[in-house]
């Protein structure tokens, strides 16, 4: 397994060892061993399947009071994947990293808690898998607008299929008190 650092503090690109044969191929997709040698969680309490059609657009979401950490994939397709630090004082609040990820190649992104998460897809279908450290709290699910100008994120697309709830999200404003705190949250 490759764990590649990112510009983000805490925000790490895996890269599972993949076997290919004339059958197909394999690899671990999850191993708690390995990913305790590197300083990663280990124990996910839900594992979430997300389908999405081409041009939609998911995103940035995070919850508050019971943060989520996210292993990444996408396992059919292709995406544009997002990770924004959103913790109020950190010394990266406000950047972002954006990365690709298809079928083509087994890799994973982990996203710690206190980031936002989001993702746009480029082909006509794409499967996300996603492992999460805490469960979907409904009443605790916050979000930032996607197309801030603050942030300034690049995404490959002007007007996206997104969700009402999605288009509704205000900007990245330190001044919001539904927002993560450096000092308050772990990576």
């Known amino acids: 397994m490759n764990v590649?650092?990112?510009s983000l503090p805490g925000v790490l690109v895996i890269e599972p060892k993949v076997f290919h044969d004339d059958r197909g191929f394999f690899y671990e997709s999850f191993n708690a061993e390995r990913f305790a040698l590197h300083g990663l969680p280990t124990e996910f309490r839900q594992d979430n399947h997300s389908r999405s059609c081409s041009g939609v657009l998911r995103g940035l979401h995070y919850q508050l009071h019971r943060p989520q950490g996210k292993l990444v994939t996408c396992v059919r397709g292709s995406i544009f994947d997002v990770v924004v630090d959103i913790r109020v004082g950190s010394p990266t609040f406000g950047r972002w990293r954006a990365e690709v990820f298809d079928e083509a190649l087994a890799r994973y992104v982990w996203v710690p808690p206190g980031f936002a998460h989001g993702f746009y897809v480029l082909s006509p279908v794409a499967d996300v898998i996603y492992k999460c450290t805490d469960v979907y709290v409904p009443d605790d699910e916050h979000g930032v607008?996607?197309?801030?100008?603050?942030?300034g994120i690049e995404w490959p697309v002007r007007d996206p299929v997104t969700s009402a709830k999605d288009r509704a999200y205000q900007g990245l404003d330190p001044a919001r008190t539904d927002l993560p705190r450096y000092d308050c949250i772990s990576s």
């Open 145 to 151: 607008l996607w197309s801030d100008p603050r942030i």
């Open 4 to 6: 590649i650092e990112t």
